[in-house]
């Protein structure tokens, strides 16, 4: 069992930066794929990047190539989502998921659990 808890979400101008953080309980973490989503107001969630477990191979989806970065820290449990050049479009709840599938994905299905998510707000 894996619990994720996501912080750093906020309000910030177009061209901004934020970096998230998904704290993770449990002595397996380093073990999981891991990865970040994010939800528009009614709709399903988008992938956004994933990392697989030891860090050595990221995804990303194409709308953030080259703005945003994610990695890990698995001394500390957590992975991060380095958000720059942030602009409206990006405005979304963003959740951070852990998967079994150790080498990480693209897919929904593939993750098992799930944070609360944090609320990112992109003003232009």
């Known amino acids: 069992q894996v619990q994720l808890v996501e912080s750093g979400g906020g309000l910030v101008q177009a061209g901004g930066s934020l970096r998230l953080s998904c704290a993770a309980s449990g002595r397996t973490f380093s073990s999981y794929g891991m990865a970040w989503f994010r939800q528009f107001p009614g709709q399903e969630r988008d992938f956004v990047a994933a990392i697989s477990w030891g860090g050595g191979t990221t995804y990303y989806a194409d709308s953030v190539k080259g703005r945003f970065t994610i990695s890990r820290d698995n001394a500390k449990n957590t992975v991060y989502l380095q958000m720059n050049s942030l602009k409206p479009e990006d405005t979304a709840v963003y959740y951070c998921?852990?998967?079994?599938?150790?080498?990480?994905?693209?897919?929904?299905?593939?993750?098992?659990?799930w944070g609360q998510g944090t609320q990112v707000t992109v003003s232009s």
């Open positions: 998921a852990a998967s079994r599938r150790s080498s990480g994905s693209s897919y929904y299905t593939d993750y098992a659990y």
